[in-house]
Structures are given as structure tokens and as C-alpha cells.
């Protein structure tokens, strides 16, 4: 949602409302109680219903799917991932030097942006057709103040209709870029509640990085440069939302530094998160690192301290950070590999920048100072 190389990146995302909450259930059958109103005599045994009675009794309720229950789940961590990302991402734009940039703020799908087996469960489980549907808005945004809202339909961006149907999203996308390019606010047609409206949306100036879901249990993040994976994993590992920042501040900082590309690990980065990012991953292709070099102490204690500063900006808690990446290495050591420790080993180092870096940044708020590294 939050990067640009696919619609939910041009469409930046959130806090993000869960899409996966707006389920399509069938209405609540009206209950008949049938009373006999005839002089039958009472010691006889009570007449059969008759059909008409039959038929009035309401319908069981349909039994979700196991792709409805598979898709309601993952669109919950989606959803978690893209409302802890947002204050780091809206807040942080000083910080993320070239890879700032306007935003619309808000993630868009429809039915076919799912894998084939799984359109009929979009459809019925979050209620998406062929039209782009608004997911989630970007929380702090200008597109939440303006007042869109999850569940809008988009008709059209600057008086342009956006496409419908399985390539939506890509020729979107076509469309989008240079609308959104040299503009300080679009105005879109939206479709709400069967009625169309019209509002005027400022561009949000965040950070552009794409945060994505990894379908594995694996604790592990990767960053290309461009976006940030966390696995379900390590989200899961992950005990609160501060918790979870802590991993996502982490590898925005390493996409701000450039470290994917000083490592030249961006095209190996991008390729496990494209892979992990499917709804069956080929996990043939993780054994051992996957690939990746474990980042370098210097590199990896830049990181953290830069990860400080953005989440002392977003207003996320400092208290715990420690502890987290020390309950993390202590559970998943250097030695477990395709674990997060193993690509980042440097721990009781890494502790010490961190230490340093939060005596730091807490008298600069102090001194009512900027918080800038």
C-alpha cells in the first residue's frame, strides 16, 4: 500500500480501518412462531408443520470457506502491518531523504487482486467486485481529514475514469503516476453508499516505502530499498504495536541509508519478498540465508540509530526497545538460520548504539530540540 510500484503503493497507505471487518453476511432471517389456532383436541398429538411453515424457518447460516477464512486472516496482519507503519512513515519524511514523496493515502483493490483461487473469497468474505474499492486511509493523513473513508469505490481521479476488472490495478497504476506528479491535491469521484461523491484530496509528503505481508512463519523482515517485508512470524512474535515498529523503523532506516544497495542485496531482497508475498510462498527457495549477507555491525548500528529517531518522531515508545531486540536474539539466536538474528548477528553491539542513541534523542525532547539525528 505505501509504495508505488503496485496500485496499493500509489495509493499509499494505515490509521488504516480493517478491511477485513466489512464482511458480507446474508441478513437476519425473521423468526415465525407458528401458534395453532384451531379446536383440535389437546390430548392429540400436535400437527405435522405444513410446507408454507417449513419453508418460513430461516436458512443456516453459510459456512465460511477455508480461502474466506485463509484471506479474512491475512488481510487482519495486512491491516495491522499498514496502522503501525503509518505515523513512522507520515512523520518521517525528513528522514527518508530520496525516497520521500507526495502521497495519495489510501490502499485500493478489487476482487482480482488476489490469486485466482481466492477471487470468489475477496468477493465474498470483504465484499470487493470489480471495481477498485478503498481498503484502508493512511492515519495522519490528508486524505483521512478530507474524509475518505474503507469502502469507497473509486470512479475517477481528476475526471478520469479508473478501470474495472482483472487488470485494474496495473493500468491504474499507468494512469495515476502522472496525475499525481507536480500536484499538491486530486479530486476524486468516489462511489458511496450508491451514491456518487466528490471530494478534493491534498497529497500527503511520507515516506514512499511499500510494506508487505510475508506468508510464513518464519521470524524474519527484509528491505530492498524500496519496501519492507515482515513475516507473519515475526509479527506474530511481535507482542505490540510498539514491538512491531521497532521492526519496521529498523528497515525503513536500512532503506533510508541505502544498505540494499551497498550490500547489493537489493535484486536478492526483492525477489524473497515478491516470493513471500504470495498466498503460497515456494519456500524451496529460503533454505539457509536465502541468499542474503548478514549485515555488517557499522551498517546494521547506523540503522538502529536512525530507527530511534523515527520512532521517537512517530511518538512510539522507547522503553521497550531493547528488551525486544534482546528477547528476539535470545529465542532466535544467530545460529537459527532463516531467522532475523542470523541476517542481523551484531546484538549486544547493536544494544549499545541503541542505549546511546535513546539518552540522545530524549534530551533533544528535553531541550525541546529537533529530534534529528
Wanted: include cysteine; charged fraction near 20%; proline fraction near 6%.
Amino acid at each position: 500500500m505505501l509504495s508505488d510500484k503496485r496500485l496499493a503503493r500509489l495509493f499509499s497507505s494505515q490509521r488504516l480501518s480493517s478491511a477485513g471487518k466489512r464482511l458480507a453476511f446474508m441478513p437476519a432471517a425473521l423468526l415465525l412462531a407458528a401458534c395453532a389456532t384451531s379446536t383440535t383436541n389437546t390430548t392429540e398429538p400436535a400437527a405435522m408443520p405444513r410446507p408454507a411453515e417449513q419453508a418460513a424457518r430461516p436458512a443456516a447460516p453459510a459456512v465460511p470457506t477455508q480461502e474466506e477464512l485463509t484471506l479474512k486472516s491475512l488481510v487482519a496482519l495486512q491491516d495491522r502491518l499498514y496502522r503501525v507503519a503509518a505515523p513512522l512513515i507520515v512523520n518521517n519524511s525528513e528522514l527518508c531523504k530520496a525516497n520521500a514523496r507526495n502521497l495519495l493515502g489510501f490502499t485500493a483493490k478489487n476482487r482480482y487482486s488476489y490469486s485466482k483461487e481466492y477471487v470468489a473469497a475477496a468477493q465474498q468474505a470483504l465484499g470487493l467486485g470489480d471495481r477498485l474499492q478503498i481498503m484502508g486511509v493512511l492515519e495522519g493523513s490528508a486524505a483521512a481529514r478530507a474524509g475518505v473513508r474503507p469502502g469507497d469505490g473509486i470512479l475517477a481521479v481528476e475526471g478520469q475514469r479508473l478501470p474495472e476488472g482483472e487488470n485494474a490495478e496495473r493500468q491504474a497504476a499507468t494512469i495515476l503516476a502522472p496525475i499525481v506528479t507536480g500536484r499538491s491535491s486530486v479530486k476524486l469521484s468516489l462511489l458511496r453508499q450508491g451514491e456518487e461523491v466528490a471530494i478534493n484530496v491534498p497529497l500527503t509528503y511520507a515516506c514512499a516505502y511499500g510494506f508487505e505481508l510475508g506468508n510464513t512463519d518464519n521470524v524474519n523482515a527484509y528491505s530492498d530499498g524500496h519496501r519492507v517485508l515482515v513475516t507473519r512470524g515475526l509479527m506474530n512474535f511481535a507482542r505490540t504495536d510498539d514491538e512491531l515498529a521497532y521492526v519496521l523503523a529498523k528497515e525503513m532506516a536500512h532503506n533510508a541509508l541505502a544498505h540494499p544497495a551497498r550490500q547489493r542485496t537489493s535484486a536478492t531482497a526483492g525477489g524473497i519478498i515478491d516470493n513471500l508475498t504470495r498466498i503460497r510462498p515456494d519456500m524451496s527457495t529460503m533454505n539457509g540465508l536465502a541468499g542474503i549477507k548478514p549485515m555488517p555491525q557499522d551498517l546494521d548500528a547506523m540503522a538502529d540509530k536512525l530507527a530511534m529517531y523515527m520512532l521517537a518522531r512517530a511518538n512510539y515508545k522507547l522503553d521497550g526497545v531493547v528488551p525486544f531486540w534482546r528477547r528476539l536474539a535470545a529465542q532466535y539466536p544467530p545460529g537459527t538460520l532463516n531467522a532475523y538474528t542470523a541476517l542481523h548477528p551484531s546484538t549486544g553491539y547493536r544494544i549499545t548504539i541503541m542505549e546511546r542513541t535513546i539518552k540522545d534523542v530524549r534530551a533533544k525532547q528535553a531541550a525541546k530540540k529537533p529530534v534529528m539525528p
